[in-house]
């Protein structure tokens, strides 16, 4: 069974930072991009950031402040988040996918639980 098990989410300061991770199970994902997407409430589920197989970056707005990283041997993409905000408040879900645009969340064949994202002001 495959699994995204995602961690790292909490309740943090204006400014502060935080540091979640994705860690996969049941098949490797080496070949797989893998992305995170938030969902604030109220709100559609947007693009975050992804990262493609052989390590090549995307971002939304957050470019500058999040960073995305993925280690294949460990089945493992984290996405290190820096300067935030209360509009960063939002549950972050990782996915991976192989085809289509990796920027929509319909290209993406797996889904992590999601981890709560809480900034206050």
């Known amino acids: 069974q495959v699994q995204l098990v995602e961690s790292g989410g909490g309740l943090v300061q204006a400014g502060g930072s935080l540091r979640l991770s994705c860690v996969a199970s049941?098949?490797?994902?080496?070949?797989?991009?893998m992305g995170w997407f938030r969902q604030a409430p109220g709100k559609e589920r947007e693009f975050v950031a992804s990262?493609?197989?052989?390590?090549?970056e995307d971002y939304a707005s957050v470019r500058g402040r999040f960073t995305i990283s993925r280690d294949n041997a460990k089945n493992t993409v984290l996405l290190q988040m820096s300067s935030l905000n209360p509009e960063d408040t939002a549950v972050y879900y990782c996915?991976?996918?192989?085809?289509?645009?990796?920027?929509?969340?319909?290209?993406?064949?797996?889904w992590g639980q999601g981890t709560q994202v809480t900034v206050s002001p």
């Open positions: 996915a991976g996918g192989r085809y289509g645009s990796a920027r929509y969340a319909g290209s993406y064949e797996y």
């Open positions: 049941g098949r490797s994902f080496g070949n797989y991009y």
């Open positions: 990262i493609s197989w052989s390590g090549n």
